[in-house]
C-alpha cells in the first residue's frame, strides 16, 4: 500500500477508540488495520496503524487467532494443519492443538440430496464479531480521522457466497455520494488521488485477501471483504 498522510484534527486521536481511556494516561502501542493475523505474509508496505492502549491491543490476540484459524479452516474445509491453503492459519493449527481441537468440534458434514458430503464449520460468532468491529473502528479512525463510538447499530458477517445477487450488488456498491470527508483526511487523499483505491470505490488493502470501504453519510459504513469470501458490514449511527 502507499504511505497517505493524515493532515485530519489530531483531537479525535486522543484517547483509545476501543475503551475510551485517554491515551496520554496509559501505555499505548500501535495496533494494524486490519489485524496482520488476517492477512498473507509478506505483509503490504505502509500497512495502516493506528495507537490505541496496550490492554486493548493484547486483549483482542486470542480473538484474532482465533479468527485466522476458523477462516483458513473453512476455506480448507478441515482444520488439518498440513491441508491448509491459508499459511497463517496451518501455522496457528499446528502449533495450537487446543484450538484445533475447538474448531474441529463445531465440524459438520452433512449429505446433500445429490450424494455428496458438504463440510460446515459452526463459528464461535462472539469472538468473530470482536475482530470485525476492532477493524471497522480501526478503519473509521484510520481513514475519516474520527472515533466511531459505541456499539454499532447493525452488524452483519455472511459468506458472499450465500447471499442473494441483488444483496451482494447492493453490498458491492460503494456510494460516497455528496458527502465528503474532512478536508485532510486519508480518504479524502484517497478519493482525490485513488491511492489504493479501485474505480467502485473498495480499497485494496492485499489483493484476493481483504478489501474495505468506510462511507460517511450520516452514519460511520464500514463493509469489507475477506479472501473474497466472507463479507462484513458494521454501521454506527452518529
Same mark, same amino acid.
Given at each position: 500500500?502507499?504511505?497517505? /498522510? =493524515?493532515?485530519?484534527?489530531? &483531537? ?7 475503551? $475510551?481511556? *485517554? %491515551? ?98 459452526? /463459528? =464461535?460468532?462472539?469472538?468473530? &464479531? ?7 473502528? $480501526?478503519? *473509521? %479512525? ?97
Amino acid at each position: 500500500m502507499k504511505a497517505v /498522510p =493524515d493532515l485530519a484534527d489530531e &483531537r479525535h486521536k486522543s484517547w483509545c477508540i476501543h475503551c $475510551g481511556v *485517554v %491515551l496520554a494516561s496509559v501505555e499505548t502501542n500501535l495496533d494494524h488495520v486490519p489485524s496482520k493475523s488476517i492477512l498473507d505474509r509478506p505483509l503490504p508496505e505502509n500497512l495502516p496503524t493506528i495507537r490505541i492502549c496496550r490492554s486493548c491491543n493484547t486483549s483482542f490476540s486470542n480473538d484474532e487467532e482465533y479468527f485466522s484459524a476458523f477462516l483458513g479452516s473453512v476455506l480448507a474445509g478441515t482444520t488439518d494443519p498440513g491441508h491448509q491453503i491459508v499459511e497463517r492459519a496451518g501455522r496457528t493449527l499446528s502449533k495450537n492443538s487446543r484450538l484445533q481441537d475447538k474448531i474441529e468440534g463445531r465440524r459438520r458434514v452433512e449429505r446433500n440430496v445429490d450424494g455428496i458430503d458438504c463440510v460446515s464449520f459452526k /463459528p =464461535d460468532i462472539d469472538r468473530i &464479531r470482536n475482530v470485525v468491529i476492532k477493524n471497522a473502528r $480501526g478503519h *473509521v %479512525l484510520f481513514e475519516h480521522g474520527k472515533s466511531a463510538r459505541g456499539e454499532p447499530a447493525h452488524i452483519a458477517i455472511e459468506p458472499l457466497q450465500i447471499l442473494t445477487p441483488e444483496v451482494v450488488r447492493i453490498f458491492e456498491t460503494i456510494d460516497y455520494g455528496s458527502v465528503w470527508p474532512e478536508v485532510g483526511s486519508r480518504l479524502m487523499s484517497r478519493l482525490i488521488g485513488g491511492e489504493d483505491m479501485r474505480p467502485d470505490g473498495w480499497v485494496i488493502v492485499q489483493p484476493n485477501v481483504y478489501r474495505f470501504a468506510v462511507v460517511d453519510g450520516g452514519q460511520f459504513v464500514v463493509r469489507t471483504v475477506i479472501r473474497e469470501y466472507l463479507a462484513t458490514e458494521v454501521i454506527w449511527d452518529r
